[in-house]
């Protein structure tokens, strides 16, 4: 059988919690100092830190218990990212005013950004000791517990962090981080929508509301509440729309919406945003293999070839890339092509028995039967279990075509072997049937069709092949109503059809 299979889409981005709300305790400074204190405060503001720094070193210099000018030599290198040259001014401002819950919050900040969560949760703890109500405190200790994957503390404090400032969109949307790494994505839906109603201009808010809709959507999907589902996609695609629509030329957006489209089910709106996000990063291997995923979906399999091509060549051996050629060769029926991708599927896994078997079968279609069975054949020796029993009823099929004693006797083995290990498939006992028909033995073949059928009540060539043995054995009535049930179940079965004329003399 030709398929091919495709990693599950994920989320392309989604975004952690962080957050640094430096917060500086202001002291008074004489009327000497003010100016240029002031200057430096507009100097860092506007991103200039050597500048600024220098002005605070000097002031520093004049005043070095200044908790103030301290203080922003330590958030300067917080800035640069220098987190160890932070911890000595920040520990200084604690040690000036330990009762200002800004201080512990800065060095709580310097404590997360060299890793030391348990130093860094102190500080963090010892603010909302001294200030209930800090928004920021609780915010950044929410942060903390969210890196150190403490997600129920985490939503702890990013709920309090909430309810202290509703109207905070950042406040919301990373308590809706933590309520998903939490498994509650029902809240976390809601609180991701309380951040893009709040900023609905920003892209981030958007985006992770339409992915945490997305996985709500799978799993009503999966649980067969369909008009449910339903609905949930129709929100994911106006949030993710959103989303571009706030940042168009954002390849990862483009990549995400265009994704989604694929996996709604909205292939002919898919297309084009893959080309746009093409336009934005010409040479992504994942945007070329889910565009030719969609042309694919959509029947465009010529479209689709030259484009998986192009993601193969980008990516050289990628196997799921190979099938997807393999798929879309066959189905334009470029046979020797399809047989290509497969056999080079069978070369990098030698126990991919679905290649094998795929590869048997464009090799059929391309009129080269020595080679389809040498590939059935090269699958068998994978070993054993009802994985290959298609393989065995292929190589089974090989032989009863042959139609010579021997053959005969070779396809029976093969079909009883298939039974062996698929013994609730109908399709052996069929194939079995099929076979002692052939060789005359008219009972046992009876006695095959008629399991067949007991085991897929709506199989139509049982009944037919049913109907064969029956006239074969002289029972014309109960021939006439196995072609019957056939025609009945598959109305366009031609050898039913012929036959259940034939032997009525219906017109």
């Known amino acids: ?25 202001h002291t008074g400074t004489s009327a000497s100092l003010e100016e240029s204190f002031q200057r430096a405060v507009t100097l860092f503001n506007s991103g200039k830190l050597d500048d600024a720094e220098a002005i605070f070193r000097r002031l520093n210099a004049s005043d070095p218990n200044n908790v103030s000018v301290v203080t922003y030599l330590g958030l300067i290198a917080l800035r640069r990212r220098d987190y160890a040259g932070a911890l000595e001014p920040l520990k200084r401002a604690v040690q000036l005013q330990p009762n200002q819950p800004e201080t512990h919050i800065n060095l709580g900040n310097a404590y997360d950004g060299l890793k030391r969560y348990t130093d860094a949760i102190g500080e963090f703890q010892r603010a909302i000791a001294l200030d209930p109500k800090s928004v920021s405190a609780y915010y950044d200790l929410g942060s903390v517990y969210f890196e150190t994957k403490e997600y129920a503390k985490a939503v702890d404090a990013y709920r309090r962090a909430a309810s ?6 950042e406040v919301q949307n990373n308590y809706g981080v933590a309520l998903e790494a939490a498994g509650n994505l029902s ?3 809601q609180a991701y929508t309380r951040a893009h109603q709040r900023d609905p201009h920003n892209a981030t808010y958007a985006l992770n509301l339409g992915l945490a809709l997305q996985k709500m959507a799978r799993k009503a999907q999966a649980a067969h509440n369909l008009d449910r589902a339903g609905a949930l996609w129709r929100q994911a695609r106006i ?14 957006l483009r990549e995400t919406y265009a994704e989604a489209l694929d996996e709604m089910g909205e292939y002919s709106l898919a297309v084009p945003q893959f080309q746009k996000a093409l336009a934005l990063k010409p040479e992504s291997f994942r945007t070329y293999f889910h565009f030719g995923i969609t042309l694919a979906h959509l029947g465009r399999y010529a479209q689709a070839a030259p484009v998986l091509q192009h993601a193969l060549s980008l990516h050289p051996d990628d196997p799921q890339t190979l099938r997807l050629i ?7 029926g470029n046979y020797s092509a399809a047989a290509h991708a497969y056999q080079r599927l069978t070369e990098l896994d030698p126990h991919d028995l679905a290649a ?11 009129g080269d039967e020595v080679g389809a069975f040498e590939a059935l054949q090269s699958a068998l020796k994978q070993g054993d279990g009802p994985q290959l029993a298609p393989l065995h009823r292929a190589v089974g099929f090989y032989y009863l075509k042959k139609g010579d004693p ?4 070779k396809a029976e083995k093969e079909y009883q072997t298939a039974i062996q290990e698929s013994p609730d498939n109908a399709d052996g006992y069929n194939g079995l049937g099929l076979v002692e028909e052939k060789e005359d033995k008219l009972q046992a073949a009876l006695e095959a069709f008629q399991h067949a059928i007991q085991l897929n009540p709506k199989f139509a060539d049982a009944y037919n092949n049913l109907g064969v043995v029956y006239e074969r054995l002289g029972k014309k009535d109960q021939a006439l109503a196995a072609y019957r049930k056939a025609v009945e179940i598959d109305p366009k079965n031609r050898p039913a059809r012929a036959n ?8």
Do not use: H
Request: hydrophobic letters at 45%.
């Open 1 to 25: 059988m030709l398929g091919f299979m495709i990693a599950p889409i994920g989320a392309f981005c989604q975004v952690s919690p962080s957050r640094t709300m430096p917060s500086v305790p």
């Open 406 to 409: 021997q053959s005969l006797q």
């Open 187 to 189: 809240a976390a839906v």
């Open 164 to 169: 202290l400032s509703p109207n905070d969109p």
């Open 239 to 252: 949030a993710l729309a959103d989303a571009v629509a706030q940042e168009p030329n954002n390849y990862a």
């Open 500 to 507: 259940l004329k034939r032997l009525s003399g219906e017109k």
């Open 326 to 332: 393999g798929f879309v060769e066959y189905k334009i």
């Open 356 to 366: 094998w078997n795929n590869l048997g079968a464009a090799l059929q279609q391309a």
